[in-house]
């Protein structure tokens, strides 16, 4: 099984700053083959991200993926009040699917 | 619009087994596009995926799990299931129904149900 490891665990960030959150994959991810989900309180998660950097559908432009390999990131380029979630990486190259633990944002 | 509701009782026992059920509304469960499938998040805890149906009927599983779940669907009725044998409290989680969009080389959920409580407690 793909083991993904998520940093920081939780992340605070002042409004309009920019926050950065990373994922491990414990073997190479290969297709560029990793999406991130946002998950807000009481919510379902929604798909932010597919092919480690490429939006869904209707999701705003300061969320970017990045990445390759073994090494993801996901940023968020001003942080706004709604963006307070728990985010999740996913890799989609390997079965089981796996997900990451999950960092929470929330603001400074 | 594609929607996703899950059903089923919100108490499970220790021992027994938990069944629920998830309706489709919006699209057809029978699109070789996608798959669907189950995740759950236990409290305090990270999300995990349970297994998933495809058109051909043919299930994938995640081998933690793979010895007590079975997962089955009912096209004419536009829905899915997940039975989950010999329950512990270790299953006490919110459950997700989800499509998954086969992609490539496998699947990632781009549309996910609300998702429903299930505790196991005598």
């Known amino acids: 099984e793909i083991v993904m490891t998520q940093s920081p665990a939780t992340l605070s960030v002042s409004p309009g700053e920019r926050a950065t959150l990373s994922c491990r994959a414990s073997q190479t991810i290969t297709s560029s083959s990793l999406a991130w989900y946002q998950q807000k309180l009481g919510q379902a998660p929604r798909l932010l991200i597919y092919g480690a950097s490429t939006r869904a559908t209707g999701i705003p432009v300061r969320f970017s993926g990045s990445g390759s390999g073994t090494e993801f990131a996901l940023t968020i380029s001003s942080l706004q009040s709604e963006d307070v979630a728990v985010y999740y990486c996913q890799q989609y190259n390997y079965w089981p699917l796996t997900f990451g633990g999950g960092t929470k944002v929330d603001i400074k | 619009q594609l929607q996703l509701q899950e059903s089923g009782p919100g108490l499970v026992k220790p021992s027994e087994t938990l069944s629920l059920t998830c309706t489709v509304s919006g699209d057809s469960i029978s699109s070789s596009s996608y798959c669907w499938g189950w995740v759950r998040r236990p409290p305090g805890k990270g999300l995990e995926w349970i297994g998933n149906?495809?058109?051909?009927?043919?299930?994938y599983y995640n081998p933690s799990l793979k010895s007590r779940v079975t997962i089955s669907a009912d096209r004419s009725k536009s829905q899915f299931s997940l039975t989950l044998n010999s329950v512990s409290a270790a299953d006490t989680a919110v459950y997700y129904c989800v499509r998954e969009l086969r992609s490539h080389p496998l699947h990632y959920m781009d549309v996910w149900g609300k998702g429903t409580t299930v505790t196991v407690s005598s």
């Open positions: 149906i495809f058109d051909s009927g043919a299930t």
